[in-house]
Nanobody
């Protein structure tokens, strides 16, 4: 059973950057496509980005395209989300998902 643990969230000013990490354990991480999602207060959880099992293919929501970059290191069983030029509307709890398993989430707060 895969377990996922996000880290790297925090408080940042608009225009700043953060890098989120999602560490996997208990499964064969390299077999799975991985995704990042987010949920803002009072809103539904939404897709942010996904990456194929070998990192060869990525896909982004329009709202984060050209600002966020998803990557993975299969040797470290970790997927990353580099977030640049952050905006207040990026404030949310960010979750990673893989193998139909969700992490617990990490809070990102962007101040204006």
């Amino acid at each position: 059973q895969v377990q996922l643990a996000e880290s790297g969230g925090g408080l940042v000013q608009a225009g700043g950057s953060l890098r989120l990490s999602c560490a996997a354990s208990g499964g064969t991480f390299s077999r799975y496509a991985m995704g990042w999602f987010r949920q803002a207060p009072g809103k539904e959880r939404e897709f942010v980005a996904r990456i194929s099992w070998n990192g060869g293919s990525t896909f982004y929501a329009d709202s984060v395209k050209d600002r966020f970059t998803i990557s993975r290191d299969n040797a470290k069983n970790t997927v990353y989300l580099q977030m640049n030029r952050l905006k207040p509307e990026d404030t949310a709890v960010y979750y990673c998902k893989g193998a139909d398993v969700w992490g617990q989430g990490t809070q990102v707060t962007v101040s204006s």
